[in-house]
């Protein structure tokens, strides 16, 4: 086979799986130009369209749809040819991958990531940080980071730390308002509450009541799609909100929030890590998947009290 037509079958795979040239050029480091030519000349050596195009939409044609399984079985074995090879050298090198939410990514990972290079510097680093649910297997990701369990036979996982959370206030807040004792004492209170961008539904409020979990959704004067949006407005006076430990914690070291209602917080799901099985035996997965380990234990051992 040529490599160019190799090339082309690359692009297609990744374009027809994503949706989009721009998508797939993001996830092939190249250009979206570089996809859409590499396509093309594809298309003409096969005689057949693959994409029906318009200004807003890439869709498959039926002689794509035909094409495109075969096409990412060819990627993956491709990739995996890369996986071994790897493997094999022994050192972690190359490029790794990861795929996370905002906060994790922001919070947890990003300024953990110098510190993995200093150690490794043989392996890129490519964070991609969404809201979006990606398909780690056909988008390419090595590592991604999770709240919640996913059933996938073709990934591999590791639970890292338990998804726990609490209520936050600032000091001056609750001198001013009075510190909450029980979670129905909410209704007196201003609160700001988290709509997900993924859903557009509002977080209900867990709380661990008489052994029993009851959720609540306080009437709010704010609601915010971000979490760092949600605890700058706390930390600013805005009232009581809830979030991750994790997200919290630097305004509590700079006593800016404070946790209230802890004795009613819930451990929800799971924060978990997942891999491709091609990746099982990569030197660099496996590397950050050690670090990842030893920093949740971290981070759980920093937010204990919350």
């Given at each position: 086979m040529a490599l160019e037509r190799l090339t082309g079958l690359i692009a297609f795979a990744r374009a027809g799986s994503l949706g989009s040239f721009t998508a797939a050029a993001r996830s092939l480091s190249i250009s979206p130009s570089a996809v859409s030519k590499s396509v093309q000349r594809l298309e003409t050596q096969l005689g057949v369209p693959l994409f029906t195009r318009t200004t807003r939409s890439l869709t498959l044609t039926a002689e794509g749809r035909d094409l495109h399984e075969r096409a990412v079985r060819l990627l993956r074995d491709a990739e995996e040819i890369g996986q071994v090879a790897t493997a094999a050298r022994g050192e972690?090198?190359?490029?790794?991958?990861?795929?996370?939410?905002?906060?994790?990514?922001?919070?947890v990972i990003a300024p953990a990531l110098p510190a993995f290079r200093a150690l490794h510097p043989n392996v890129t680093v490519d964070l991609r940080l969404s809201d979006r649910i990606v398909d780690i297997v056909e988008e390419g990701i090595d590592v991604a980071v999770r709240i919640g369990e996913l059933s996938d036979s073709r990934l591999l996982s590791r639970r890292l730390a338990p998804h726990r959370l609490s209520c936050f206030a600032s000091p001056a807040y609750l001198a001013r308002r009075g510190t909450p004792q029980h979670p129905d004492d909410l209704a007196g209170h201003e609160t700001v509450v988290l709509r997900y961008q993924s859903t557009g539904q509002s977080l209900r409020w867990p709380f661990q009541i008489a052994g029993r979990v009851r959720e609540i959704t306080p009437s709010s004067g704010v609601t915010t799609d971000a979490s760092d949006a949600l605890v700058a407005i706390l930390a600013a006076g805005g009232g009581i909100g809830m979030v991750a430990p994790f997200l919290a914690a630097p305004y509590v070291a700079r006593c800016e929030l404070v946790p209230v209602l802890t004795e009613f917080a819930v451990e929800r799901n799971n924060i978990t890590a997942l891999w491709p099985e091609s990746r099982r035996s990569n030197p660099a997965v496996r590397a950050f998947l050690t670090m990842l380990q030893g920093l949740f234990v971290e981070r759980m051992k920093s937010t204990a009290g919350a």
């Open positions: 972690p090198s190359g490029p790794l991958r990861i795929a996370t939410s905002l906060p994790i990514g922001v919070h």
